[in-house]
């Protein structure tokens, strides 16, 4: 089906695998919400991105772990360009530490952004999808929610918590024609893994059977998949990692 004029709401959107989907999801001629907590300036070259290419696109700032927040981006976004069709849950703080050195404040930090995020957007977008009888919503999770990885047990657990999500919401809303799915990228370079020092880059790239990292507009393509293609796929994981999670 088209998506031309629909509305999609990308967290996290700023940069990285979220700045890849809002541009991908652009090219599918939809308006586009980038959404963003600090990064004002990244998230307005995004804006610009799109808008140069003759699409629409704002950028709205909001702490998705504080419902008021949150209930104040998706209003102006409907203002801006009516009711929210797509919702690509995104947006996750990293904060890394084995167990007993992670603060309960970072531990907190992680699992707010992400897991409350998530639940805070799809309760505010999801009645925009019952109405309208159509709906796509893609959460982004991580192999390290299904693998693990040594230092991110917050992280992992987070993701892992969005698998649960997703199976639950597939059910819950798939008789209003609304489909949920979560993509599981691998190892993608990104501002956040590129803190990561050479030596533990060059060896999760030898974990990975096809001998490379993902790029984030891999990511974005299995979206814009799921979001245009996908009307019999929900409550499925897809994973782009490059073999590392057989």
Known sequence: MSL????????????????????RLAEEGMNI?????????KASEVVSLIQKKGG???ALRDDVSVFAEVEEMVRAAREAFGPIGVLVNNATTHRGGKVH????????????SCLYGA????????PDMIQQGWGRIINISSTVGERGY???AAYGTAKAGLI????????????????????MPGFVLTEMTQALTAKNIELLKSS????????????????????????????????????IGI
């Open 164 to 183: 649960g999500f997703t199976k639950s919401l597939a059910r819950e809303l798939a008789g209003h024609g609304i489909t949920v799915n979560a993509v």
């Open 150 to 152: 040594p230092g991110d």
């Open 119 to 126: 639940f805070h957007c799809s309760h505010l977008v999801v």
């Open 33 to 41: 919400i980038v959404n963003y907590h600090t990064r004002q300036e």
């Open 101 to 112: 050195r992670l603060s309960p404040e970072d531990w907190n930090l992680v699992i707010r």
């Open 4 to 23: 031309k004029g629909k509305t999609s709401l990308i967290t996290g959107s700023s940069q990285g695998i979220g700045r890849a989907i809002a541009l």
């Open 208 to 243: 990975i059977p096809l001998g490379r990292t993902c790029q984030p507009e891999e990511v974005a393509e299995m979206v814009a998949f799921l979001v245009g293609k996908g009307d019999h796929i929900t409550g499925s994981v897809h994973h782009v990692d490059g073999g």
């Open 56 to 58: 629409q696109a704002m």
